[in-house]
Structure formats: structure tokens, C-alpha cells
């Protein structure tokens, strides 16, 4: 165990890891402002506007994930590649990604298309909130285009250590989107008042921009990136499917987590309207944490790909030790704040008034810090667990975690309506069998 991290208590692992990673986190904070910014401005005009909004954007993440997903398939297969010095099929491998990005935003847009009046008709929208959120989907299907180019284009870039190009083009696409959404929600500087649709074209409006950067740093780098190097040793068709098996486990991973939590919300709702607020805060403020190590395991899915690529187990096991305990380090002040001190976090997001009507706030925020604290560790492990090929046990954990998650959590909070407390729980069930499912075959090697 020692032998593992002797690397990193000598520093150089752990500096290695926060060189690529800090940019990434300031990449992911910045979409993050972009997204409150949206309902801090939207919210200005009406109710009806901010629930459609929030509705529309749920909906939406919903077909995000498709093409963001599908971007880790590219950086683990770069990585791998440039891990054994075959630099002309790294390239084949970044081109292979782009046309499959280029492919897969037509699609996902044209899915949303078609299928968001039914999913808002299933959840009941109707009225002035259903005309507004409609209009917004409409408009937003353009970002869905352009979407997973530009996931793909990020991914290129991570791969190769090139992180603070990824931070540049989401910092000044989180810039643009705020001084559109000022503009063309309120009609400020000679331009029409569009309202909601507004945040819409300025979402679109700064992801074609950030994508134009990216298209053409890469561009300027296209040799150095081996893109105009001929390689025969292996075709697209190679690449799609590597890509694609290794970028759908990252989907499902985050389809089955989004499915659990709407699950779950359905059985709180049973328990009030206080504790169905409590647990969506809880989750948001445990997805904040997480958001804050995402700069370390994008540097871990490089790092780790790269050794896998140059069949090296020991520094396999070095990088995924360095992210990890890096990632604790960083968040372990933040969850004894929240394990201590939870009514202060809740006010950034509930009334005073109604937090006092809540009897399990202290629990709640202990099992929220012991919630994050595992999903440290899992998002960590199964990073590595994918980048060294093991897709099918990978899916297994899972599906094991889930099925036992869901019959466990609806006697607690279904029946015998525990509330939020309860849902959070068994959300620390779930990440626990995957934890222990993920050290026993990363132990085996």
C-alpha cells in the first residue's frame, strides 16, 4: 500500500496531477455559472419562465449526456496511444472522435426534436409553461449539435495535457453566455427582448463560439497532434467502436444515476414537500463537491489510459492512488463543514423558516459528507477500471449496486416514509457495494 503512494509523498505524482487538473476544474466551475446565471436572469420574468426553464434544462441534460459521455471513449483511446509512443494512430484516434462527434450531434438533436413533447406531456406540463419550454427545446436543439463536437474537441485536447485550452474555450464560452443572456433576455443593447427563448440562442450562440476556438487551436496544431499523418495500421471503424464501448459506460453510468435519483424523488414526494426540497439540495450541494474533483480525474483518465497504453500496472496504480487521496485532500475541510455545520450550507439554498421546520438536518448532512466521500473514491476507480478495458464488470457493479439500492430505499422511504434522510441513505448504499466491488477487482490488478 505504501509502495503505491511513495510517489506521491515525494510530490511529483501529485504536482503532475493538479498541473493537468486545475484548468479542468475552472472549466467545470464556469458551466456551472452558466447555468445559475441562466435562472437568475430568467427568473426576473416570471414563475412560469423559471419553472419552464428548469424543466426545459432537465430535459435537456437529459440528452447532454449522450454526447459528453461518449467524449471519455476518446481521451481513454488517445491516452492509451500516446502511452506507447504511436503518435500517427493518436491522430487517427482524434479524427475518428471528431467525425463521430460531427455524427452523433444531428442525431441527438433530432431525438430531442421528436421526443420532448412527449416527455413533457408524461410530466404533466401544460398552459404557459409548456408554450415557454417548448420554444426554449426548440431553439436549444442547436446547442445539442454542436454539443458533442465540442465534447470531443475537449477531450482531444485533455488527452494530450493541453488542459488550459479546454479552460480558455469554457471560460469565454461562460462569458459570452452571460453577456448574451443579458442582452437578449432583457433586449439591452439595441437588441430584441426574447425573454426565455433569449437564454436559448445565447446558450447557442456561445457553444458555436467555443467550438470555432477549438476548431481552430486545433487546427494550428494539427501537427503536432499527427492529424496529417497517414496511418494504415488501423481504420475508423476500429475507433468508432473503441470510442463508442468505452464512451457508453460513462452514459449508462450516468443514465442509471439519473434514472436512481428520479426514482428516489418520486418516493419522497410521498414525505412532503420540505423533505423532497431537502433531498434535491442535498444532492445539488454533493454534486458541487464532486464538480470541484472533476480537474483530478480527467487527469487521472490521461494518466491512467497512458500507462495502461504502455502496459505498465505499477503506475496504473501510482496515478489512480495520487487522484485519489488528491481529491480527498481537497474536499475533506468542505465535508466536515457540511458533517458540522449543515444548517449554514442549507441557507444558501432554503429559508430559514423552512429549515427550522426540518428534525434531521444534522443527519442529513453527515450522511451527505459520507455520500461524497465514497463517490470520491468510486468515481476514481471506475475511471481506471474503464480505462483498463473492464466494461462489462463495470456495468455488473451497476447494475448490482441499483437493483439493490431501489427495493432497500422504497421500503424506507415508500413505506415507511423516512424522508430525505432516508433517500440519501440508500444512496450510500448504492455507491458502497460499487466501492466494494471496485477495490476487490482493482486490487487483483
Same mark, same amino acid.
Request: charge should be positive; aromatic fraction near 10%.
Given at each position: ?56 434544462? !432537465? ?20 491516452? #492509451? ?14 479524427? #475518428?472522435?471528431?467525425? $463521430?462527434? $460531427? ?12 421526443? %420532448? ?6 410530466? /404533466?406540463?401544460? /398552459? ?34 493541453? %488542459? ?35 437564454? @436559448? ?54 443514465? +442509471? ?24 439540495? /442535498? ?55 457540511? &458533517? ?14 423552512? +429549515?427550522? $421546520? ?10 451527505? &459528507?459520507?455520500? %461524497? ?10 475511471? !481506471? ?26 421500503? @424506507? ?10 433517500? +440519501?441513505?440508500?444512496? +450510500? $448504499? ?16
Amino acid at each position: 500500500m505504501f509502495r503505491v503512494f511513495r510517489q506521491f509523498r515525494k510530490g511529483r505524482a501529485a504536482r503532475r496531477i493538479l498541473q493537468i487538473g486545475w484548468p479542468l476544474v475552472l472549466s467545470s466551475l464556469s458551466q456551472t455559472v452558466v447555468a445559475n446565471t441562466d435562472a437568475a436572469m430568467v427568473g426576473r420574468i416570471s414563475l412560469d419562465a423559471l419553472a419552464a426553464l428548469g424543466v426545459a434544462s !432537465t430535459v435537456m441534460h437529459f440528452f447532454l449526456i449522450i454526447g459528453n459521455g461518449l467524449s471519455f471513449g476518446l481521451n481513454a483511446s488517445v491516452s #492509451s496511444e500516446l502511452g506507447t509512443k504511436a503518435h500517427a494512430r493518436s491522430g487517427k484516434a482524434v479524427l #475518428s472522435g471528431l467525425q $463521430l462527434g $460531427l455524427l452523433t450531434g444531428p442525431l441527438v438533436a433530432a431525438l430531442a426534436w421528436y421526443l %420532448t413533447p412527449f416527455i413533457y406531456a408524461l410530466m /404533466g406540463l401544460e /398552459g404557459e409553461v409548456l408554450r415557454l419550454a417548448m420554444g426554449y427545446t426548440k431553439i436549444f436543439c442547436g446547442f445539442l449539435i454542436i454539443s458533442p463536437l465540442q465534447s470531443m474537441l475537449n477531450a482531444a485536447f485533455a488527452a494530450h495535457t493541453h %488542459t488550459r485550452v479546454v479552460m480558455i474555450s469554457s471560460v469565454m464560452m461562460a462569458t459570452l453566455n452571460v453577456a448574451g443572456n443579458y442582452a437578449l433576455i432583457f433586449g439591452k443593447w439595441g437588441f430584441p427582448e426574447l425573454g426565455i427563448n433569449g437564454a @436559448a440562442w445565447s446558450s447557442v450562440a456561445s457553444m458555436a463560439a467555443s467550438a470555432l476556438f477549438l476548431l481552430s487551436m486545433m487546427w494550428m496544431r494539427r501537427s503536432a497532434y499527427h492529424l496529417n499523418r497517414p496511418c494504415a495500421e488501423t481504420g475508423f471503424r476500429y475507433y468508432f467502436s473503441r470510442i463508442g464501448a468505452l464512451g457508453m459506460t460513462t452514459v449508462l453510468e450516468w443514465l +442509471i444515476w439519473f434514472g436512481g435519483i428520479l426514482i428516489l424523488n418520486g418516493m419522497v414526494v410521498r414525505c412532503g414537500t420540505a423533505e423532497v426540497a431537502l433531498f434535491n439540495v /442535498g444532492i445539488k450541494i454533493q454534486s458541487l463537491f464532486l464538480l470541484c474533483m472533476a480537474g483530478t480525474v480527467g487527469a487521472a483518465s490521461v494518466m491512467v489510459s497512458r500507462a495502461v497504453g504502455a502496459k505498465r500496472p505499477k503506475r496504473i496504480r501510482m496515478w489512480t492512488g495520487t487522484a485519489l487521496w488528491v481529491s480527498l485532500v481537497a474536499l475533506l475541510p468542505g465535508m466536515f463543514f457540511l &458533517a458540522a455545520f449543515p444548517e449554514w450550507v442549507l441557507r444558501i439554498y432554503m429559508r430559514a423558516e423552512d +429549515i427550522a $421546520l426540518l428534525s434531521n438536518v444534522r443527519l442529513v448532512g453527515i450522511l451527505l &459528507a459520507v455520500l %461524497t466521500l465514497v463517490r470520491v473514491n468510486n468515481t476514481t476507480l471506475g475511471t !481506471t477500471l474503464r480505462c483498463m478495458g473492464l466494461l462489462k464488470y463495470f456495468v455488473l457493479c451497476l447494475l448490482i449496486s441499483e437493483s439493490v439500492m431501489l427495493p432497500s430505499a422504497f421500503v @424506507a422511504v415508500g413505506i415507511f416514509k423516512l424522508g430525505a434522510a432516508a433517500a +440519501i441513505a440508500g444512496n +450510500i $448504499l448504492e455507491e458502497g457495494i460499487r466501492a466494494g466491488l471496485y477495490w476487490r477487482r482493482f486490487r487483483k490488478g
